[in-house]
């Protein structure tokens, strides 16, 4: 399996309401995963969790990647969500991200901070949002 990047994951998790998210999410992230946003620790689970509250909410949206860096298993860039709520209100967010792949090409951990650009007050945890 080739390895994957940030924004084939985040359109076919968020993105693609056709998709399973358990099956966007096995396409892209190991049995294993684990990820820190803004200093919040999740499992797998929980990032799921995570996901489906965001897919709840976003009518639709676009991941733009402005840097990325891959050096063996280890990747980073850094990125900005486009979301349009089902409410009509508008959330950008840029990411600063660092991860590790699992042999096979999935993402194993990420560590992120995110910071808001536009949208509410409100807006400011989406990053971690349930």
């Known amino acids: 399996m080739a390895q994957t990047d940030i924004a084939a994951a985040l359109n076919d998790l968020l993105f693609s309401?056709?998709?399973?998210?358990?099956?966007?999410?096995?396409?892209?992230?190991?049995?294993?995963?684990?990820?820190?946003?803004?200093?919040?620790?999740d499992d797998r689970d929980g990032f799921l969790g995570h996901i489906s509250h965001l897919r709840a909410v976003a009518s639709e949206g676009v991941v733009e990647v402005h840097d990325e860096l891959r050096d063996g298993r280890f990747y980073a860039d850094r990125h900005t969500v486009r979301i349009a709520k089902k409410d009509g209100s508008r959330v950008r967010m840029e990411?600063?991200?660092?991860?590790?792949?699992?042999?096979?090409?999935?993402?194993?951990?990420?560590?992120?901070?995110?910071?808001?650009?536009?949208?509410?007050?409100?807006?400011?945890?989406?990053g971690n949002a349930r």
């Open 95 to 126: 990411v600063y991200l660092f991860g590790e792949f699992a042999p096979d090409g999935r993402f194993r951990r990420i560590e992120e901070v995110t910071l808001l650009l536009e949208g509410g007050e409100g807006d400011r945890t989406m």
């Open 17 to 41: 309401a056709t998709t399973d998210v358990r099956e966007a999410a096995d396409r892209h992230f190991a049995p294993d995963y684990r990820q820190r946003t803004n200093g919040q620790w």
